[in-house]
């Protein structure tokens, strides 16, 4: 597998910084991982504890080591304060193919954070990592990130029947993919 990046990418738009999430960062993570409404689409009930935290921060850090994914961490960029975070998982260079997933702190929705932070991120990707696909798997009930995906140019594929199971229940999702062709003709 090509390696695409040794040391963590840091990012900044016009009022985030992206940025690799460290232990020091759990505190203000459990802060909206505790949120029932944040977690309601997350495939997990909400966090209890800080070492629920530290164990994503882990899985964090593991994927970017094996090369499988990156999540990057988003911060205000005059507050050092995760607020969210968003990125890649399941890469598969071979077929240069990901799929993306991302949450913020509901204090912050509605701003375009979210919108500005996927931007960068799938700037990135197409331009860094040579991704030919981006693809998102979302619940049919989760407007709001059906929304951002179809504002940067997602189109909907296709319905997934119980393809996850979490919560307890097995979950129906969207699947949702860009290609670059079409993202650089957006960003044009």
Known sequence: MKQVHTRFPVMETERLQLRKIEVQDAENMLTYLQDPDV???YGLPPFVSAEQVLDEIAWYNKIFTQQTGIRWGITLKDEDKIIGSLGFLNWVPMHHRVDIGYELNQEYWGKGIASEALQAVLA?????????????LIEPANLASIHLVEKHGFLR???????EYGNGKFDDLLMYAILKKDFLASSK
């Open 39 to 41: 977690m309601e689409y």
């Open 124 to 136: 990135y990707g197409f331009e860094t990592m040579e991704l030919e696909r981006v693809q998102a």
């Open 157 to 163: 594929e296709g319905l997934l029947r119980n393809y």
